[in-house]
């Protein structure tokens, strides 16, 4: 499913117009890159958790030259999946 299938099925069960649903799934998109950016956690219960893991500089290789690289330090968020998904999932 992407976003536009997402806001479609909003709009048919939620009674609103596409604009409306649109703008309900960017808010929510909004939100939680919002709340990432903080590095807050998220936790939506029944189905997931996202926290942000933090990764240190490192030194990689480029895979088509061979030459060694550094690699910044970054931050990414990581999904982790609610065990009512799980179970709904591999029932």
Do not use: W
């Not at 909004?30 to 189905?47: C, M, N, P, Q, T």
């Amino acid at each position: 499913m992407n976003k536009l299938e997402l806001i479609s099925t909003l709009k048919e069960r939620a009674n609103l117009t596409k604009a409306e649903a649109a703008e309900v799934i960017r808010l929510f998109f909004d939100s939680l890159a919002e709340s990432f950016i903080k590095g807050e956690r998220v936790e939506i219960r029944g189905l997931c958790s996202f926290h942000i893991k933090e990764y240190k500089s490192y030194v990689g290789r480029n895979p088509k030259t061979g030459q060694k690289v550094q690699i910044p330090p970054k931050r990414l968020p990581f999904f982790k999946c609610g065990k009512e998904l799980k179970e709904r999932v591999d029932y």
